[in-house]
C-alpha cells in the first residue's frame, strides 16, 4: 500500500509551512495516522509532532452538452496535516 500518494501545494498550504511548519498530503483512505507519520519520518527524514486526517466524499458534477446531460462525480480522497518538530522543514521543490 503506497501510503503518501502526494503533497498538497497550495498558497493556504505553503503559508502554514512557513508560520506553523505544518504540511498537507494526500494519503491512502485506509491509512492511519501512526502509518502515515511513519511514512512521512521515511521519506522526508524528519521528525513528525502530529497527524491530523480529513476524509472528503466526492462531489456530484454535470454539466449540459449538445448531446444531453453528462453526470458524474469527483474522486473521493483524504488528507492528512502534519506537523513538524521544531526546526524541522520539508523543501518540496529541491529536486527541481
Given at each position: 500500500m503506497e501510503i503518501i500518494q502526494k503533497p498538497v501545494i497550495?498558497?493556504?498550504?505553503?503559508?502554514?509551512?512557513e508560520k506553523l511548519n505544518r504540511y498537507g498530503f494526500i494519503?491512502?483512505?485506509?491509512?492511519?495516522?501512526?502509518?502515515?507519520?511513519?511514512?512521512?519520518?521515511?521519506?522526508?527524514d524528519v521528525e513528525?509532532?502530529?497527524?491530523?486526517?480529513?476524509?472528503?466524499?466526492g462531489k456530484r458534477k454535470s454539466r449540459y452538452t449538445k448531446t444531453g446531460i453528462i453526470a458524474g462525480k469527483t474522486n473521493a480522497f483524504k488528507k492528512a496535516v502534519v506537523t513538524l518538530a521544531e526546526g524541522e522543514n520539508i523543501d518540496f521543490f529541491s529536486n527541481i
Amino acid at each position: 500500500m503506497e501510503i503518501i500518494q502526494k503533497p498538497v501545494i497550495t498558497e493556504k498550504m505553503t503559508a502554514l509551512g512557513e508560520k506553523l511548519n505544518r504540511y498537507g498530503f494526500i494519503v491512502d483512505k485506509r491509512a492511519n495516522k501512526l502509518q502515515i507519520k511513519q511514512a512521512i519520518k521515511e521519506l522526508y527524514d524528519v521528525e513528525v509532532v502530529a497527524v491530523n486526517t480529513m476524509n472528503y466524499d466526492g462531489k456530484r458534477k454535470s454539466r449540459y452538452t449538445k448531446t444531453g446531460i453528462i453526470a458524474g462525480k469527483t474522486n473521493a480522497f483524504k488528507k492528512a496535516v502534519v506537523t513538524l518538530a521544531e526546526g524541522e522543514n520539508i523543501d518540496f521543490f529541491s529536486n527541481i
